[in-house]
């Protein structure tokens, strides 16, 4: 069974950084989609950053220029680094694993961005 388990959030002020992590148990990592979701209060869970099991990748746009996405198959991790954090970009933040018939969350991770 496929568990995702996801650290690295926190409370950052703006301007600053943070790198998320997800490692993901079981054998199915490197030929899954691994992508960043992210749910602030009162709004709709959101895509934040996609990468495939090739490497290709998509963003959000508000995020754009200043978040990475990247794997490591080796260690089954999948990372979102972030870069000048807005207080906007305030969430919970949740690794998601994908393939054909299967979709895994995370249980989350706060990032909170404020002075």
């Known amino acids: 069974q496929v568990q995702l388990v996801e650290t690295g959030g926190g409370l950052v002020q703006p301007g600053g950084s943070l790198r998320l992590s997800c490692v993901a148990s079981?054998?199915?990592?490197?030929?899954?989609?691994m992508a960043w979701y992210r749910q602030a209060p009162g709004k709709q869970r959101e895509l934040v950053a996609r990468?495939?099991?090739?490497?290709?990748?998509d963003y959000l746009d508000a995020v754009k220029g200043r978040f990475t996405i990247s794997r490591d198959n080796a260690k089954n991790t999948v990372y979102l680094q972030m870069n000048s954090l807005k207080p906007e970009d305030t969430a919970v933040y949740y690794c998601?694993?994908?393939?054909?018939?299967?979709?895994?969350w995370g249980q989350g991770t706060p990032v909170t961005v404020s002075s």
């Open positions: 998601n694993l994908r393939r054909v018939h299967f979709n895994k």
């Open positions: 990468i495939l099991s090739f490497g290709s990748t």
């Open positions: 079981g054998s199915m990592f490197s030929s899954s989609t």
